[in-house]
Every structure is written in structure tokens, then in C-alpha cells.
């Protein structure tokens, strides 16, 4: 009898779980047929025709009437689009992209920073097609800023159309300078920038410490740091990709960096870009002076609108009587895939893109950035005045500095690099800390020892990687 | 029952299937080829070159590598020594009946572990600032200390700790409170009768009640202390932070994998942080059996 009840239950729980199953996994199973006949009869977001990817939405809204047009004017080939990625999802799919074969961009933008990656296998391996002898035939290393080719030339080829130049210069609060009755243009050095500029580092609340500060740099930022660097001479990779982290120009800029930073002579302030804190010292007028890349303008522009009219531009001052008055930071390039499908078309919209007069117009009207192709420089609207920078003409004085604009190296170790040098800024401010000595000659040799320090360790990771080396 | 059960008898690996299928592609085969990877440098599939035990020799020699090891280690220390103690004291203090509110306050300690890492290491790289950060406001305008303070430049690993502290000692109250209402209140009470004082009651008759407990939080906070990734990559910059103070052994592998690109020395420092969390494993094991046994 109990038997007889056990097998009517299990009879009966079988015919309430629908066959096999529960009611729920056939629920569930519906539900999952039914999703997935929704996604494959979804029409695909698949574009045919040439694609380009790009970091940056302010870059789309330039480029978009000029691919519009584009499109117009070649109605025979399928569209060309632009798709906006990430930097980082950008980085990890191009890279999945070029050494596995997946689908990328026929062309693609990437910022300076990204570009080590895919320089630092085989030459021959590198995703990007070779433009050198494009370049050379078609006359485009004349016309375009040459330095602005260096980031993106790797072992002698040249990967990318530059898409910019980035000069600096020193942006400086002109309602401080000009109360205190400092006129800039005795400013030649950086020397005469800390002597004639060093009233204006204030005790603002009264509390016994200086609030105020000249300039906006710290140890810590090695993407201002290197801007100093380079501004210098100096550089972390010799022309064979070979680290030359440790020389007499490094030293000292690392020496003169770390006394600005702390003791006695202290002139930097710790106001970082993009950050709502670095912005309120900014806006409270605790930093006077920043290295400003004309890239900043736009951003100083739309985050800072209340600073309209307090600042002014100037020539950075140079690190000897007669040295460059500028210096570089950031950068984009733009490049054609090796798989692209159609190599010519890519390779014509990409001059007509970048070589663009409209285009050097938008650029610069919505993010303040200066065009490399040396024609542009004449437009008139690079001379128009701008009421944020106290209607001087920011475009002019950028391109007056553009052909001064340091090289840069396109080493895949380079980040690495600047990442050493920036540990070897922390232990030698610990250093000038503990041995309280914050004299620039004093400091010389411990920097010395700490940038060797640095390139070794540099040397060693570049050692290791047997599909790019230098010549050492 | 016979028929159904034979009807039955592929269903248990139709369901396991999914799980299965996931754990081959997803751990088993990336577990197996990272080992091939890190007796190897590549550059995608194409080009590769044997090291056999080159990348872990390298390791040795890699100052990065034991700083970030030697950061990690002093983060779990923190995680043990400092964070599990407040956890179990917080614990304690509301385990107790004279504490009025105790679920509120269990809900408000509680309550961090709520917040992604993501948001924690925002909220914490804003109260570290220099001059505008919370805590420097704060100590500047009650002790006139410097108010550019450098925490995140001089002080990382402290910062990280604190940051840690306050995400998760809510997160482990919660087991020691689960581990504390399971102690037999007689013991406590026959103690009490024999004259033993609250150190000795908590030393000889709560500490070995939760002893299993207590064993398991604190291997849970070395494998978490050593897969410490987000909260300083986000609060450092994606970076070690300065003299890569914060530096820790998964960031490591992150930087050497997806920002330099050596995939296989990505690899060996992977199986080097899989040895340690394994001997921990072990160890927890060998605990267990101990106190079983």
C-alpha cells in the first residue's frame, strides 16, 4: 500500500513537471528562444564600407560634415562611417585586432600614449600600415610639422598621419601678475621666471604657510615633468631605441624640478588637469602659472569658464638664454590599417581628412588645437583675438612656437620609462627632504644615481623583449 | 518511478553542461595555456619564443616584482592585523544586549560593503586630496596640520589600508556576529561562575568557539588581500601611485599583460600569486583538520 501511494505520487509529479522538466525550465527555455529569434532577426548594426574609429567625441563632431561630404562626393563606394571607443576598449581591441587577426577599422586614431603597444613587436608585425614612402612621394613630410611625425615613426617608418603639434606654452593669471606690476617679457629663463615671479607666492589665510605657489608641476606628474624634459633636450631613448635615461640634461631638469618642489626655493603648486580639486585651487587663484598645450585651451575653456579674461599666454621661459620657448604634450595620429579593405580610398580620405583647411578651422575653434599642416598656419582665424585669454590670439602664438616643438620618442618603453623617472623624482625629493639639501648642483649626483638607477631597470625590460630591441 | 528514473538518468549532465562548458573554456583551457605562456615571450600568436623557466628567473631579479609582493604582503598584514580586529570588535560590541538599535547599527556598519570598489576609491581620492580633501580640511582646521598633507604621495599603503578598513570591516562583522550568536552562552556563564574575568572569557571560551570562523575570514582576506586590484589602480591613477608605494602584485600583471604586453611574464606573475593563494589554501586546510581532529 505504500508502495502504491509512493509510485501514485511520483506519477503524479511527473505529470505536474510537464514531462521531464518543471514548468519553469520550460519557462525559462521560452523565454530564451524567444530572446534569441529577437537578436538574430534585429537587423545588423554591421556598416559595409570603410570604417574609422576614434577616441574622442569632440573629434567626431569635427569630422562628421567632412564625411558627410565625403560620403556625397563618392556615392559609388559604400559609406564610410566613424565609430567612437573608448581609449582603453579602443587599446585592448586594436590590439586583439592586429595580432590575432580579428576584424578592426580600414582607419583608426590613437593618442600618444597608446602607441607603444603596437610598436613593440617585429617592425614587420606592426598593425598600422608603413606610410613612409607615401609620405615621401607625395611631398607630405614638407607640408605637415615634421616633428609631429617622430611620435609615430617607429625603427625609421612612419605609422600615422599626425593630427596635431601640441606646443606649450606658459599660461599665467595676467589679473596677479599684472596687480603686482610684473612685466613677463623680462622673462627669458626659468631662472627669471622664479626670481621675477617669486612676490607673488602668498600666505593667503594668514596661517604661516605659503598658499600661493608660481607654477603648476609636481614630482609626481611625469606628464608634466617630461614636458620639461623634452623642452631641455633632454629625452629618456637615444635615436636606436636605447634607454638614455641618465645624462647631464636629465639630471639637472630632475634636480631643478625637485628644488621647485620643496625647501626653501619651492615654486610648484599640485594642481592636477581634469580634477574638480586641481580646478578650485586654480579658480582660487592659488596657482599663477601652468604648462598649457594648446589642447588645454578647450578644456580650460569649458571647465573654467569663470577664469574668462585672467589669463594670458606667454613663450615658456627657456632652461638657458636663447633656449627653446617651448615644449610638447599629448598627441594623435591617424592610421590605416594593414587589413584595410580598400588601402587607396583609406589613404585618400585620411589626406583629405587631415590635410583639410575646414577641418583645421573646427579643430581649433572647439578645442583650441593648432593644425601640423604648415599651409593651415595662415588662415586668418588663427589670428582672431580670444576674450578668455584677454583677446590676445592664442593660434598665433601657438604656431609661432609649433617648429620648435621638441622629438619624441615612439619606444613601446616609454611609459615605462616615465614611470621611473617619476620614482626617481619621488626618492630624490625624499632625498633633499632628509638631507635638507635643496641646492640644484647639490643635487646633481644623487640624480645622477637615481636616473641610472631607472635606465638600468629600463634596459633590463627592453632586454627581455627579443622582438624589439635597440642596437645595443 | 523505474521509467522516469531511466528517462532521467542524462538530465544531472545536461545540467551541468552550461557550468561545465564555462568552466573548460573559461578557467580550464586559460589556466593551461597560461602556463605554456609563461615559459614563453610573444607577441600575439604569431611570434613566440621559448623561455622555459626564463620568465620566473626574471622575476627574481625584477625589483617591481618584489616591491609589488612585499606591498601586497604589508596590505594582508593590514587586512589581518588591523581590519579583522575591528571587525571582531565591532562584532562584539553589537552582540551584545546592552547596545540599544543593534540592527541599525548593524545596517550602518554594513552598509560600506554596498558601495563598489569603483565608488569607494572615488570617495577616498577625495577625501585624501591635498588642501581640498576632507581629511586634510579637517585636520588643518582642528590641528592646524599642513593642509597639502601628501597622503596618496607619501603615504599610500596607510590610505589604502584605511580605505580597506572602512569598506569591509562591516563586510567581516557579519561573520564573527553569525560566528558569536553560535556560542553557547552556558560555557560563557560556567566560566563566569569559575571566576574567569571578560579577557579570560573571550581568550578560553569565545576565541576557540569561533575559532573555524575566524580561520576562514582570515583566508578570505589573504585571497582577497592578494587579488587587491581596483581600489588602488583607481585611487593611484592607474598606476603604482608614487615610487609604486601601491603597487600590488595583480596590478603588476595587469601592467606587464595589458600595458607593456608581455603576456607570458604576465603569466608566470600570475602562477606565482596562484602558489601563494594556494599555500594559504593548504594552510587553512591543515588548520581545519588540526581543530577537527
Redesign the interface.
Known sequence: MASGTARQLNINSASRSWGTFSLGVWVITAIAAVTSIFILLRPSDAHHGMEMWTYARTHVQNYEPIVKRWNDNNTDQPPLGIFIIGPKPLERRLLSGFLSDTPVADLIEIERSMSGLFFSGPVEAVGFLDLTERLHDEGLFDEINNPSFSPWTSRGRVFGLPHDVHPVLLGYRADLVEKAGIDVSSIETWDDFTRIMKPLIKDLDGDGRADRYLLNLWHTNIDAMEVLFLQAGGRFFDDNGKAAIDSDVNARVLATIVSWVCGPQRIAIDAPEFTASGNRLRLDGLVVCSLVPDWLCGVWKNDLPAMEGKIKLMPLPAWEPGGRRTSVWGGTMLGIARTAADVESSWEFAKHLYLSPELAESVYRTVGIISPVKRSWSLPFYDEPSPYFCNQAPGRLYIDQAPNVPLRTSSPFNEMAKDHVKDAAVDLRRYALAHECFDVEALLDQAHQLLARAELRVRRQVQRNVFYRGED | ?LT?TR??HW?PYFLLSPFLIVFLLFIAYPTIQSMSLAMR?T?????S?FLGLGNFQ?LL????FWTALKNTAIFAAGSVFIQLPCSLGLAMILNSSRVRSRALFRLIFFSPSLVGLVFVAVIFG?IF?????MLNILL?RTF?T???FPWL?EYVMPALIIAALWLYVGFNMVYFLAALQNVRQELIDAAYVDGAGSWHRFWHVTIPAIRPVATFVVLLSLIGSFQLFELPYLLLGN??G???QGLTLVMYLYQTG?????LG?ASAIGWVVTMILGVFAVGQRLLSQREEA
Open positions: 518511478m522516469v528517462r532521467n538530465v615571450q607577441y600575439g600568436p604569431q611570434f619564443r626574471s631579479d625584477d625589483p617591481l577625495m586630496e591635498k588642501r581640498t580633501g588643518h592646524g599642513d593642509p597639502e604621495d598606476s603604482g608614487p615610487d609604486n595589458f600595458e607593456i604586453g608581455d611574464y
